[in-house]
């Protein structure tokens, strides 16, 4: 192919002109013509159509032919020899690029190419010359007859600037042309005129003074009988469009509009719609041209609008205006029947894309009449003649009859209305009134009528028309212009969020739920399209709480029941196969799919799954899966190649998506602490995580929202044992540490390296950031119980630099209990890693039980002591200062936060940053006990004060023996009067008084306890015959020690609190199930510490005798549930489902209903939470379990619990949310910086005081008190 022949040369000069023409803006701006080949040579740059031009696709195409065989050799040659010197992708291409250009096909390529394109520049060097030579010739031999070769297109609006030459003209040129163009001259003087004006500037011509004469000339001429005029015309406008101003060429948009209008007006113009079209007709086809013509410049000129006068676009607007506004009058006997320009543009541009402001009551009524002739043909089991399918099937058309040219108008008039309702300017406009309707039409009714269309007007299966490159059925378009409402979101909240449109879209669900007769064409089709736009509404905040609670949540009808009754219902019958119209239907899965799915956008919420619990549609998806679970594993997996086109292949494939689609579904009850209580009932857990970490290695969630929603999932599963335990076994867990190994010591593996890894600069690298908060997400007690329980650590006298970690106790034996040279040494960044490792340590042992769990099974302080002993300054007189470094500094705030216990103003933790100046760390190190005194600040003594009268008044009620109507209620107005007035007083011994009275009476009542009595009586001896864990033991002793700081509890206070859980222990075992279970968590005791009923050891001064009794009668009431956690522990009271879960109410009840009032109360801290991956009902139950120890300072903790025990089980949930409420900003915050889990986790809450927020509380209780209640007497129903 290394010659050319002519055909290839005019070829070339074709393409060629092409370029240079698309190029021609960015040459003209170029000051000098060294700029201008600069902006060639970089044209690959810069201009984003590159590839796509012609001219560049022949040489790719050129230089392949020519030379691809010899890069295809040389690449092979390289493969085969596998040199050193060929090593790698880069040099490889160096390789073979050197190779091909010496070669012998090459050179001779670049010749031939040189040659043609020399020629093919001096042709169109010579052509401009000759051009402009030519108009020379014009001005001197005005009345010579000159033809115009230079339009190859048929089409009145191409244009080339490479295939024309200009004449500048002046003043006096430009009369004398104005004068020869008035109609009056003869023909053969304004054709010659007209040739002139086609070769003139079109900028000259439309800033001449003669312009406005001009303008009325062409406009007449447009309509002479002879074609050659209104075509030469049209060039001159085509050419004015694409090289003019928006201000000079809105006039001749205008001249072309006003002809057309003055046309369709006349007499001549006789088309009618019943009549169809031919544009074949010559005189139609000049028409069109002309309409195309003005259709185009629609197109463009809103970019321009911007830079000029508003004028200036209203004259453009108003033209339009008139143009389409054209009609016959109402008296007319031809009026309904008149082929109106709308019709000739919607042929031209189907779907309005020029439209941004049209008149808006033509488009309603195009609307409502096809509307009412689909209802009408469907009504009688007739066919509605589908046009969109008739002009997607015709190769050649040349002719439109009178249905199809209102078809067209139809389809114009809804994309128009479509985009109407986009804006907000556009929704003002409405309501309409129609001549023919008594009634306007508003934004409601429009999209009502939209709505209708999608199961009135024709369609086919979702397959059929997948064959159509464009489809033009009412039923894509209507979905379409839906889909565009629902991602707006304003938009949507005014035209979407209304119970008729609802009701509009539920429509045929409720024919099919009630057996009703339905006429709607391919219901399947019908169904799918509905339940995608319900699931986009689902998605939206306000639009999930219209399908939950109507328009008006007050106002709601219980007789009508809301869409989520409806759609669940129906949704169970899909599962159920219940619907007998669909029975048999090859695309039935995808139709249960679409509602699963909107289901799924609903129950993936607190509010939503609150909703469809009754409905039970969990196991309904539970029984789905497991036939299709069955079913999938009777079909033989597909084989790549083997047959795969085969109908049994094909039937596989959708069973297994199936399978896929019910367990997503399933998997998404977990969003939730109930719904992951709901899954576990299924038996389908360890599948759906099994399915969703397959999800995440074929890295299936490329959207971001999907990937937030996942890392919830992974976080909800990670609080409870059961969802530990799932993800552990899935392999989850392995592949996270494994990534995070390879990032801490590895490094990528494909990566080359080209220079030295930079040293990080904060304590964790950004690039492990991600990872630590994973685990930080991951580590909960339940998690780390499950995990760790009696496993020892590793402790390798020798590591393999190749070992790689792969589970959670390998990180705490290589990262964290560096307690051997072997460790030290095995790793390749050892201050980076352990840093790490202190890092997570740090954030694991905020939560008291794991702590407890670590320091017993590892002894861990006394790992961190010896590395602190071990770190110190070498003189010869002995152990010299500690050195200071990023690792000791990290080990010194370790230890003294797993030794101390206390609140904000009760402990004081050492910064984990250096100081500039001579003392960079003023905080004492230490290597043994005791801690060095400046940790802990000095408590004050408080001298208990009850001379109050509010207190008085309290103190009397709680005692009168009489206790009146209302006792309770009275007591509690009275303690919330000395709360917010003095809580301090609340304190010591008159807050024990207070409790132990008040829990005495409400035990005594029947209706106030929950459980069930039982009788018991500890004695000293069965203590002393029992054997504490070594966990209780550590806790006693921490128990003890804080107590002591406090100066709440003397000497040998450890045997009292002792004898307390021992027999707590004793006591509730008498309402303990023997469970059968795997989980380490259900083995008998309960596997935690027993933080409340430390506390009410310690708010009785560690009176035991009187801490038990009234533990014992606080057991009888349903706050115990929620404030003690033992309480519950393998209860009896609890389903054995609930049990066999692990999962505690206080998790799937109180924490629950956090997460679910926290998105109303506080949606910027839900957002933050959803963003970050993280869940509130972790950190609540992290908070609720060890009962705000470390997090608040003692009185504040002693408030927690009495309002808990006053005021009822539903204040812990109002004081999580105050609690949030008061970090809101500082939630906010720590979101951005990417690190709010461990925020949460580490830092006290400083500032927070219950009294503070009593208020509030109250007023969420006025709120959601029933609601609450309700859900948590339901703990011991199966279904809650």
């Avoid at 052509?127 to 031999?141: I, P, Q, T």
Wanted: charged share 20%.
């Amino acid at each position: 192919m290394s010659h050319f022949t002519s055909k290839d040369e005019a070829l070339l000069q074709s393409m060629l002109r092409q370029l240079l023409q698309s190029v021609k803006e960015k040459i003209t701006r170029a000051p000098s013509v060294e700029c201008a080949e600069e902006i060639l040579l970089h044209l690959e740059e810069t201009d984003e159509n590159f590839h796509n031009y012609e001219f560049v696709k022949y040489l790719r195409e050129y230089i392949n032919n020519t030379v691809g065989s010899v890069i295809e050799e040389e690449t092979e040659k390289c493969s085969a020899q596998n040199q050193g010197e060929v090593s790698g992708y880069d040099t490889l291409v160096q390789h073979v690029t050197k190779k091909t250009r010496e070669s012998k096909e090459y050179k001779e390529m670049m010749h031939a190419l040189k040659n043609v394109m020399m020629v093919v520049v001096e042709s169109l060097v010579n052509k401009f010359e000759e051009d402009r030579m030519h108009n020379k010739e014009l001005d001197s031999k005005p009345k010579k007859d000159r033809q115009s070769g230079y339009y190859t297109d048929n089409c009145s609006d191409s244009d080339s600037s490479f295939n024309q030459s200009y004449a500048f003209m002046s003043q006096e040129q430009l009369q004398l042309l104005v004068e020869r163009l008035d109609p009056v001259q003869p023909k053969e003087v304004r054709q010659e005129a007209l040739q002139t004006l086609c070769f003139a500037p079109p900028s000259d011509i439309l800033n001449s003074e003669s312009w406005p004469n001009l303008r009325r000339h062409l406009t007449m001429s447009l309509s002479d009988p002879d074609a050659t005029f209104s075509e030469k015309i049209l060039r001159f406008y085509a050419k004015s469009f694409s090289s003019s101003p928006f201000n000079m060429t809105r006039e001749v948009y205008t001249s072309l509009a006003r002809h057309l209008e003055l046309y369709f007006l006349s007499g001549e113009y006789s088309l009618r719609i019943s009549a169809g079209l031919d544009v074949s007709n010559t005189d139609i086809n000049r028409l069109l041209k002309k309409v195309r013509l003005l259709n185009e410049y629609q197109k463009e000129a809103p970019s321009s609008w911007i830079r000029h006068p508003e004028k200036y676009m209203e004259e453009v607007v108003e033209s339009t205006f008139s143009l389409l506004s054209v009609k016959h009058g109402l008296n007319h006997p031809a009026s309904l029947d008149f082929l109106s320009p709308v019709y000739f543009l919607a042929l031209l541009d189907i779907k309005a894309v020029w439209f941004k402001k049209w008149t808006i009551r033509a488009a309603v009524q195009q609307c409502l009449d096809y509307f009412e002739f689909c209802k009408a043909a469907v009504s009688k089991n007739s066919r509605v003649n589908d046009f969109s399918q008739q002009h997607c099937s015709d190769n050649q058309n040349f002719s439109y009859t009178g249905p199809e040219l209102q078809y067209a108008c139809f389809v114009h008039s809804l994309c128009l209305l479509g985009r109407l309702l986009i804006y907000k300017q556009g929704q003002n406009l409405f309501p309409v009134q129609l001549k023919n309707k008594k009634d306007s039409v508003s934004i409601t009714d429009l999209v009502v009528l939209f709505t209708q269309l999608i199961y009135y007007s024709p369609t086919y299966p979702k397959t059929a028309l997948a064959v159509h490159a464009e489809n033009y059925s009412p039923t894509s378009l209507v979905t379409e212009i839906l889909q565009v409402i629902c991602d707006q979101t304003g938009c949507a909240a005014e035209c979407l969020y209304t119970d008729a449109v609802i009701d509009a879209l539920l429509h045929p669900v409720r024919s099919l739920l009630s057996g009703t007769e339905v006429y709607i064409n391919c219901i399947e089709t019908t169904l799918i399209d509905v339940a995608d736009i319900l699931a986009r509404i689902a998605a939206v905040e306000d639009g999930l709480s219209l399908l939950l609670y109507g328009e008006n949540k007050k106002t709601a009808k219980e007789d009508s029941p809301t869409a989520v009754h409806v759609i669940v219902q129906f949704t169970k019958k899909l599962l159920h196969d219940d619907i007998s119209l669909l029975s048999g239907s090859e695309i039935l899965p995808v139709v249960k799919g679409a509602f699963i799915f909107v289901c799924r956008q609903m129950y993936r919420t607190c509010e939503g799954l609150q909703m469809l619990i009754p409905y039970g549609l969990h196991e309904s998806l539970g029984e789905a899966w497991k036939k299709a679970s069955l079913l999938s594993e009777r079909v033989p997996t597909p084989v790549t190649g083997a047959g795969s086109t085969s109908s049994k292949s094909l039937v596989s494939k959708n069973v297994l998506l199936w399978e896929e689609t019910l367990l997503d579904a399933l998997l998404n009850f977990s969003a939730t602490p109930k719904g992951l209580l709901l899954l576990y009932s299924t038996g389908a857990m360890n599948d759906c995580v099994n399915f969703m970490f397959s999800s995440f290695s074929k890295k299936l969630q490329t959207n971001e929202y999907e990937e937030f929603g996942s890392r919830v999932i992974v976080t909800q599963m990670a609080t409870t044992p059961t969802g530990a335990v799932a993800l552990q076994s899935s392999g989850f867990i392995k592949a996270l540490v494994t990534e995070l190994w390879a990032l801490l010591e590895c490094g990528k593996d494909d990566l080359r390296i080209t220079q030295p890894k930079s040293t990080p600069v904060d304590p964790i690298d950004r690039s492990c950031q991600k990872f630590f908060l994973s685990l930080v997400n991951l580590l909960t007690y339940p998690a780390v119980f499950e995990f760790l329980s009696k496993q020892d650590i590793p402790n390798k006298p020798k590591y393999s630099l190749r070992e790689v970690p792969t589970d959670i106790i390998d990180i705490i034996d290589r990262l964290i209990i560096l307690n051997s040279e072997a460790k030290i040494h095995s790793l390749f960044s050892y201050e980076q890693s352990h840093i790490f490792g202190l890092r997570l340590l740090n954030v694991l042992c905020c939560e008291l039980n794991t702590l407890l769990l670590l320091e017993t099974q590892y002894k861990v302080s006394q790992v961190l002591l010896s590395a602190q002993e071990e770190n110190v300054t070498e003189t010869s007189e002995g152990p010299g200062d500690f050195i200071i470094d990023g690792v000791s500094v990290e080990r010194n705030h370790v230890l003294v936060r797993i030794n101390l216990i206390g609140g904000p103003q009760e402990r004081i933790l050492p910064l984990r940053v250096l100081d500039k100046g001579s003392d960079p760390y003023p905080w004492p190190m230490f290597s043994s006990f005791p801690l060095p005194k400046c940790y802990l600040p000095e408590i004050p003594r408080k001298a208990e004060c009850r001379q109050d009268k509010d207190l008085d008044k309290l103190l009397s009620l709680l005692k009168s023996p009489k206790k009146q109507t209302g006792w309770t209620e009275i007591c509690r107005k009275q303690f919330c009067k000395v709360m917010k007035a003095k809580p301090g007083i609340i304190s010591g011994t008159i807050l024990a008084e207070l409790i132990e009275t008040f829990v005495s009476h409400l035990s005594e009542s029947r209706s106030d306890c929950y459980f069930g009595t039982g009788n018991y009586k500890a004695t000293d001896a069965d203590v002393k015959s029992e054997s504490l864990s070594s966990v209780q033991q550590l806790g006693i002793e921490m128990t003890v020690r804080y107590g002591k700081y406090l100066n709440l509890l003397k000497e040998h206070a450890e045997n009292g609190l002792c004898f307390v859980l021992v027999n707590c222990e004793k006591f509730l075992k008498q309402q303990q199930r023997t469970v059968v279970s795997s989980l380490c968590c259900l083995q008998e005791r309960y596997v935690g510490y027993d933080w409340f009923a430390s506390s009410v050891f310690l708010m009785m001064s560690g009176d035991a005798e009187k801490t038990l009794t009234f533990l014992q009668r606080l057991s009888r009431l349903l706050v115990s549930a929620f404030l003690w956690l033992p309480r519950l522990h393998i209860s009896m009271h609890l389903p054995i489902t609930t049990v066999e879960s692990g999962i505690h109410p206080v998790y799937f009840c109180s924490a629950h209903h956090v997460e679910m009032l926290l998105k109303t109360e506080l949606p910027l801290v839900f957002s933050a939470f959803h963003m970050s991956g993280f869940t509130p009902s972790q950190i609540c139950l992290q908070w609720i379990t060890q009962c705000f120890w470390n997090y608040m300072d003692w009185s504040e903790i002693c408030h927690y619990i009495a309002i808990c025990i006053f005021l009822g089980p539903d204040y812990q949930i109002y004081m999580c949310i105050s609690v949030f409420r008061h970090l809101q900003q500082d939630i906010l915050k720590h979101t951005e910086a990417q690190d709010l889990q461990v925020f949460l986790k580490e830092e006290a809450l400083h500032g927070f005081r219950v009294s503070d927020y009593l208020q509030y509380m109250e007023s969420l209780e006025a709120i959601y008190r029933p609601m609450l209640l309700k859900g948590m007497r339901n703990i011991r129903v199966q279904k809650t």
